[in-house]
């Protein structure tokens, strides 16, 4: 019988500036990158939803109508295929396969990205007329799941594609004109978002005459990052890039790994380089104005440290459909 399966992706990102200032209502500007999460949907045989992951429990698959004995990274999806099924319920249920080119929980953004290639792919599924607004919107009530008070910029940028300034909710599509090369390194070192984030705001609570400076300095640096980036200064972004992520050690999301992968970006000619999204592990960022440098660097972790390191590109690509097909099985 010929069965239809659709097929949608959303791209991962990277915070160029101001995360954790974004979530007292600093400004920060986010890039998405050419890697992505695919969600593949078609009808299920079963009378239940069902939902796969590759990259969780070894692609086992989970039933989604209830939630006792589902992993919790799934806890968040399960919100988002109930959401679609009290809405939009017709006789069908769906099979859902996650695929992704992103590591997880590594501040890449992978959890909104797959909550946005989900809700765009369960919308065509129910044949439900979604905007770009309201594909966010859902994934944000994902995200709320999964890491708390969440500010929203990891579900916009993943909905939106390009390069975003961001603050409090508010979106401002960035016109970058960027000549550079971005070099990712997952530093492997596990950390959790919502954890990160509660971290920060007790410190807060406790000194917030250490805290506010330094969240103001952020979001002041985020500023002076608008114009770099659009008048392509290199020399500019990489020198923000390094004094966001000093000030973000003093906000103690920092980690001596990650320090040392700076490091290894410096000594191979790195311009400027900070850690993104939550920090306490997860990535870094560098720039390089030559793909020579940045060859080096990607060589020297890989070899040095067992660090993978990859360039990445900024992506205009937004959440898509790749494509709807039938197959013959
Ligand atoms: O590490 P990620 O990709 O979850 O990014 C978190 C970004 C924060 O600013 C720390 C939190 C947020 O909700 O904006």
């Known amino acids: 019988m010929k069965d239809q399966h659709i097929c949608c992706s959303a791209?991962?990102?990277?915070?160029?500036?101001?995360?954790h200032a974004v979530v007292y209502g600093y400004p920060a500007i986010a890039v998405a990158i050419d890697r992505r999460v695919y969600s593949i949907v078609k009808r299920s045989d079963y009378n239940?939803?069902?939902l796969i992951s590759e990259n969780i429990d070894a692609g086992r698959a989970y039933r989604m109508d209830v939630t006792d004995s589902i992993p919790h990274e799934f806890l968040s999806l399960h919100k988002l295929i109930t959401m679609f099924a009290k809405y939009f319920s017709n006789n069908d249920y769906p099979y859902i396969s996650i695929k992704s080119d992103l590591p997880i929980s590594s501040g890449l953004g992978s959890s909104a990205a797959t909550s946005v290639a989900l809700t765009k792919s369960l919308a065509e599924f129910y044949k439900a007329s979604f905007t770009l607004e309201k594909i966010s919107a859902y994934a944000f009530e994902a995200e709320k799941i999964q890491h708390g008070m969440p500010s929203g910029i990891d579900n916009t940028i993943a909905t939106y594609g390009g390069g975003i300034y961001f603050k409090q909710g508010e979106i401002e599509k960035l016109d970058i004109n960027l000549n550079a090369i971005l070099v990712?390194?997952?530093?492997?070192?596990p950390r959790s978002t919502k954890k990160l984030v509660e971290k920060v705001r007790k410190f807060k609570e406790k000194n917030p005459q250490i805290v506010n400076p330094i969240l103001e300095k952020i979001g002041e640096i985020t500023n002076e990052g608008v114009e770099a980036l659009k008048t392509n200064n290199i020399n500019k972004v990489g020198e923000l890039m390094t004094e966001n992520h000093n000030l973000l050690e003093e906000l103690g999301v920092g980690h001596h790994k990650l320090?040392?992968?700076?490091s290894v970006f410096t000594e191979t000619g790195a311009i400027g380089g900070?850690?993104?999204?939550a920090g306490g592990g997860g990535c870094v960022v560098a720039i390089f104005d030559n793909l020579n440098d940045a060859q080096q660097a990607i060589n020297k972790l890989e070899h040095q440290q067992g660090i993978k390191a990859f360039n990445t590109y900024i992506s205009t690509k937004g959440v898509t459909c790749e494509s709807v097909f039938c197959d013959d099985n």
């Open 11 to 19: 791209p991962g990102k990277i915070i160029l500036f101001g995360e």
């Open 48 to 50: 239940y939803p069902v």
């Open 184 to 189: 990712v390194a997952d530093s492997k070192v």
């Open 259 to 262: 320090s040392e992968i700076l």
């Open 274 to 277: 900070k850690l993104t999204g």
